[in-house]
């Protein structure tokens, strides 16, 4: 059995007694800000009352109240929530539930503290919130960072039990070297069993690598979350590519489970021409144990994965790369007659800010990898042409595998748009495609003529198409083809399209309108729509529509009658019964955005919940309008009005009437944005 070195032991040790050190030092900056608070009090003559002095001590006892917390008065368990600590918080969170008393603020207001103030407010349930508090909770304290204000939840509780409590709210789990980590394998141990249960998605940060002081509590980790856990997806930024290489190797067709199928070994060998296929199919690793036991493989030798890898293959390096002897090293009671570690599945990956070295370690995997559901990459560099024919290729032997699960690619940067094409081809069952053309590309390539229309080809499954255009001019006929041959799009977000002088974005929308009838979700993002009226119409009279955007798309720029446009347009909007949002930001509205109070009259009034105005120029005058026209239509009482980055401080008494009127018939949010420190929405509406 393996051992750790005494270099190991006494980098565990030091590492157990920082961890220490941060843990009282957490309580007595608790402490202090209590005591200056006490202090305070006095100094102010303000003498604590007794209904205070109940609650801090009923706070301080919370289990011995245990669930009998349901048997209080509401009006006290109100003012009892305020003054509980983290654990306490999140054990009665259920109970109050019940008895329909919200915690959202407090939740909140910790995730608040935490992150520092927000500008906008977080559109999250109540449920969300606390999930999202506690788990960036749980990264301040386990790896040891600053709190930016108040700390009082983390008073009378104790450390190890409020990480437990913490672990089961961490969804996803951001890995990075960190002497941290030793607590892993020594006090924390249950810590990362809690954490083996609840994370689903893994982030990698950047630098992460092998070489570290932590390098092999990091694989450790990683083994225990991804194979002894339930982590399917895995995020990494500019990985290092042996590390990429540990993490994927023999998990692309090594599935068990219905939802990754695997060859059927008597069948032969793999593919021809794919070796690293044949390669890893050679281990045999066993079914999964049960959770009680310790888990050992028999050890097997790893493929080389790149050039790099070549150089650092020394047996120490592959000794710890294993991760059966991981196991054995940082489990006390792992030995050689315990059976065989899982081997779990990856079914989303993402690299982000990744060069030329990573393609070589993920190509020759991608055509096995039978469980990938999604595949995002994101390069530094642009994808030329070569990468994408490569890329395609794999994904071509991929999706002619029986078996295949890739539903979600996205790709950015390409060099052209029109290499979209031959990716759709060659993934046929691709449900969603993003991709980015990075415009640095395209500022020194002349435009290039129209090419000749090409055959008519095999109809798409696309059911969600992203595509983030270069602010240039660009050739738009590949993209017009794949709406053309994807007609059961429900998604549709186009970005950034500019077009030569003269011609307009009638094609666009006409396309849309013919080839994509069963559209939910229509967003439009930075493009000059300004005399495309007529085709909007008629795609808002041809369509069934859940959410539409048309932001920053310059829809007044040219119009000489605007509050004729914005009657049409509301009409044609109140025709869609099925639209329940709407975004009209970074449109110059400015003095016609009363117009949209019409949108709730008639005979059949919309039902929009989500209506976004942020970003229009909107000065108080105007706002009180609106609201004084919501308040004679009266809006549906779910509806949410963004108006954010409006210069609403131009006349504060104005703005707070507007508000004052708004705020009981919707859900209202703003900000204290000063339109003084920029100019560039006054110069647009000069």
């Known amino acids: ?145 600053r709190f930016r204000s108040d700390i009082k939840y983390l008073l009378n509780v104790n450390f190890n039990s409020m990480l437990l409590v913490m672990a089961k709210h961490v969804h996803r789990f951001c890995l990075h070297d960190s002497r941290y980590l030793y607590s892993f394998i020594s006090e924390q141990r249950p810590v990362l069993s809690v954490l083996e249960k609840n994370v689903r998605c893994i982030e990698v940060e950047r630098d992460t690598q092998l070489i570290s002081v932590a390098a092999r509590c990091v694989l450790y980790v990683l083994h225990r979350l991804i194979d002894h856990g339930a982590a399917g997806e895995v995020v990494m930024w500019n990985p290092d590519p042996t590390l990429l290489g540990w993490i994927l190797h023999g998990r692309q067709s090594q599935g068990t489970s219905q939802s990754c199928p695997v060859k ?51 047996e120490e390096f592959r000794e710890y790369m294993a991760p059966e002897h991981l196991c054995q090293i940082f489990t006390p009671s792992a030995g050689p007659t315990r059976q065989v570690c899982p081997l779990g599945q990856i079914h989303s990956l993402e690299i982000k800010e990744f060069g030329d070295h990573i393609l070589p370690v993920l190509l020759p995997l991608l055509s096995t990898w ?11 560099k642009v994808f030329q042409k070569r990468d994408v024919l490569m890329l395609a290729d794999s994904l071509k032997e991929l999706s002619e595998t029986s078996g295949s699960s890739l539903t979600e690619l996205s790709v950015g940067y390409l060099a052209d748009a029109s290499l979209v094409g031959g990716l759709l081809d060659a993934c046929h069952n691709l449900r969603s495609f993003s991709m980015e053309v990075h415009p640095m590309e395209m500022f020194h390539r002349p435009l290039q003529e129209q090419p000749p229309r090409q055959e008519a080809r095999a109809e ?51 396309t849309i309108t013919q080839s994509n009838r069963c559209l939910k979700k229509l967003h439009l993002e930075d ?82 919940t989500e209506l976004d105005i942020s970003s229009n120029f909107i000065q108080p005058p105007e706002l009180l309008e609106l609201a004084r026209e919501f308040e004679t239509k009266r809006p549906p009482l779910h509806l ?45 509406n000069m």
């Open 370 to 380: 039978l469980c990938l559901r999604s595949l995002i990459l994101s390069s530094r």
């Open 264 to 314: 059927n070994k008597a069948k032969g060998t793999p593919p021809a021409g794919n070796a690293h296929a044949a390669h890893s199919s050679t281990p045999k690793w066993k079914e999964p144990v049960d959770d009680d036991e310790e888990e050992h493989v028999i050890p097997c030798k790893r493929p080389r994965l790149t050039s790099l890898s070549l150089k650092k293959e020394s």
């Open 1 to 145: 059995m393996l051992e750790l070195t005494q270099t190991d032991k006494a980098s565990i040790h030091a590492a157990v007694v920082m961890h220490q050190d941060y843990i009282e030092k957490i309580r007595r900056v608790a402490k202090k800000k209590a005591t200056r608070e006490c202090e305070h009090t006095s100094i102010t003559h303000k003498p604590i009352t007794l209904k205070q002095i109940c609650l801090n001590a009923t706070s301080k006892h919370m289990d011995v109240i245990g669930m009998h917390v349901l048997d209080l008065p509401t009006a006290l368990i109100k003012d009892l929530l305020p003054n509980l600590n983290i654990v306490d918080l999140d054990y009665v969170h259920p109970t109050v539930k019940l008895k329909g008393i919200s915690t959202s603020c407090l939740w909140s207001g910790i995730l608040q503290n935490i992150l520092g103030t927000s500008k906008k407010k977080l559109k999250l349930t109540e449920d969300e919130l606390r999930q999202k508090a506690m788990e960036r909770l749980f990264y301040f304290t386990f790896f040891g960072y």
């Open 460 to 510: 798409l499954l696309l059911e969600k198409l992203n595509v983030k255009l270069p602010q240039v001019e660009t050739n738009l006929e590949s993209l017009y083809s794949v709406l053309e041959r994807s007609p059961n799009l429900t998604s549709v977000h186009i970005s950034g399209l500019r077009l030569s002088r003269g011609h307009t974005h009638d094609k666009l929308l006409q």
């Open 640 to 684: 949410t009005l963004d108006l954010m980055c409006n210069p609403l401080d131009r006349d504060p008494l104005v703005r707070d009437q507007a508000l004052d009127t708004l705020r009981p018939l919707c859900h209202v949010l703003t900000d204290q944005w000063n339109s003084r420190t920029t100019m560039a929405d006054h110069i647009s």
């Open 527 to 608: 493009m000059n729509l300004a005399v495309c009226h007529c085709a909007i119409f008629h795609l808002l009279g041809n369509c069934l529509l859940e959410e539409l955007s048309f932001k920053d798309c310059r829809l007044l720029e040219k119009c000489s009658k605007k509050d004729a446009f914005m009657r049409e347009l509301v009409t044609s909007l109140k025709a869609i019964a099925s639209l329940q949002s709407l975004n009209l930001s970074h449109n110059r509205l400015a003095k016609n955005v009363p117009a949209l109070g019409e949108l709730f009259t008639g005979a059949l009034p919309s039902t929009l």
